[in-house]
């Protein structure tokens, strides 16, 4: 089993829906959790990156972490065509971008 | 500012060679990360170099090798190429341990 899983979609929506892309884990040694959004021929690009348990709200963009469930969330208010990515989760023990262990990703289509 | 740069962007190779990636990171940046990106497995982190010292290492076996110049480029060796080796190889650096890290486009390596 691995430490990370998320679900590979795709997921598809039309514009202006909200999404939520959800990432579970099994080591409770994490601490810091992230989300990526990665396009093609891209590399990722950092979007939200929390601490412990709890919610981060920027723009349209909210992550939940729930720690003691071993589950985090990324919701997308008012979705758009531009928002079609792939959304990659990662989570590390150590503070710092260190040694992150990612999940597979999902691709999400928000469709016009 | 420049972002990360990585070279060559796209390397095809036989099963048994060698083949050497680079990094050079944005400029101020002295953390230099390597992650292996599958579909099926997914970003997996491969090590990672501050001011020329690896100082984190993943579970790749040892043909995967790195080194990092004084001027902060890194590089990354793969020896005996598997085409299981076959994915893109990202590179991410940071400016110190606290800051946030930045991915570079990616080498899309091909294993015949």
């Known amino acids: 089993q691995k430490e990370v899983e998320q679900d590979p979609g795709p997921l598809s929506v039309p514009e202006g829906a909200i999404v939520s892309l959800n990432c579970t884990y099994s080591n409770s040694a994490f601490q810091y959790f992230m989300w990526y959004r990665q396009y093609s021929r891209k590399g990722p690009e950092l979007l939200m990156y929390?601490?412990?348990?709890g919610n981060k709200e920027d723009g349209r963009f909210t992550a939940q972490v729930d720690k003691s469930s071993k589950y985090i969330s990324l919701f997308i208010r008012d979705s758009q065509p531009s928002d079609s990515a792939t959304y990659l989760c990662a989570m590390s023990a150590r503070t710092g971008f260190q040694k992150l262990v990612f999940g597979t990703g999902t691709r999400l289509l928000v469709s016009p | 500012k420049a972002g990360v740069t990585q070279t060559p962007r796209y390397l095809i190779k036989t099963r048994g060679q060698q083949v050497t990636l680079s990094c050079s990171p944005i400029?101020?940046?002295?953390?230099v990360s390597w992650y292996q990106q599958t579909p099926g497995q997914g970003l997996q982190f491969l090590f990672e170099?501050?001011?020329?010292?690896?100082?984190n290492k993943g579970n790749f076996p040892g043909r995967f090798s790195g080194r990092q110049f004084s001027n902060s480029r890194s590089e990354m060796n793969v020896s005996t190429l598997e085409l299981g080796d076959s994915a893109l190889y990202l590179c991410?650096?940071?400016?110190?341990?606290?800051?946030?890290?930045?991915f570079g486009p990616g080498t899309r390596l091909t294993v015949l």
């Open positions: 929390t601490y412990s348990s």
């Open positions: 170099y501050f001011s020329e010292t690896q100082r």
């Open positions: 400029s101020g940046h002295r953390s």
């Open positions: 991410a650096t940071k400016a110190g341990v606290e800051d946030t890290q930045y």
